[in-house]
């Protein structure tokens, strides 16, 4: 149900931004949104919390962001505080960016490694994969020392997995099976 809510509301967003050429930047201002509620939970907190009426919300939002988004994004973000969907603001912004990424042939992985990868090295990973996707990839890095050394890729369900510690692994499984 929620990913049906989510993918409706981020819809009718995303068709308004094509109209007015936008959808970029709504894109941007809604992961600004994001960013800004997780930095300061207490004010989603706000956004949610029935003891505040629904226009004091929006006069504390406008406030907010008032200088920094389209008036479509601000008055989107009311729509969400009148129809009481600021539990669903995550969910709606990560289908927006699907959207986007959907209509740009982007996709989005993550590349895990043991030590912080340069921008270079990252740039090479996302055209080797976008080389063999057919789609351009874009990777963000995260650190997991546990896996010693290599690279792990996760693009939606699919890991390309060539770390150090998952040769191991295999290794220590092919040991087993020959010691017993």
């Given amino acids: ?22 959808m970029e930047q709504y894109a941007q201002e809604l992961s600004f949104v994001r960013k800004t509620f997780e930095e300061y939970p207490q004010l989603l907190e706000l956004c949610k919390t029935p003891q505040i009426n629904k226009n004091e919300k929006k006069e504390i939002i406008e406030k907010i962001f008032k200088e920094s988004i389209h008036v479509e994004v601000l008055n989107f973000i009311k729509i969400l505080l009148d129809k009481k969907r600021m539990d669903d603001f995550e969910s709606i912004q990560k289908s927006y960016q699907q959207l986007v990424n959907d209509y740009n042939n ?10 912080k990868l340069k ?14 996707a057919g ?46």
């Fill in 1 to 22: 149900m929620a990913e049906l809510v989510a993918k409706t509301y981020a819809g009718a967003l995303y068709e308004v931004g094509i109209e007015c050429g936008l």
């Fill in 135 to 180: 789609k351009n990839v874009k990777l963000i890095n995260e650190i997991d020392p546990s896996i010693i050394g290599g690279v792990r890729v996760r693009i939606g369900e699919k890991v390309l997995d060539s770390t150090i510690q998952s040769r191991l692994n295999k290794l220590r499984e092919e040991l087993a099976q020959i010691i017993v």
């Fill in 119 to 132: 921008e270079n090295e990252l740039k090479k990973i996302e055209k080797k994969l976008s080389d063999l």
């Fill in 106 to 115: 982007i996709v989005e992985g993550v590349a895990i490694t043991a030590i």
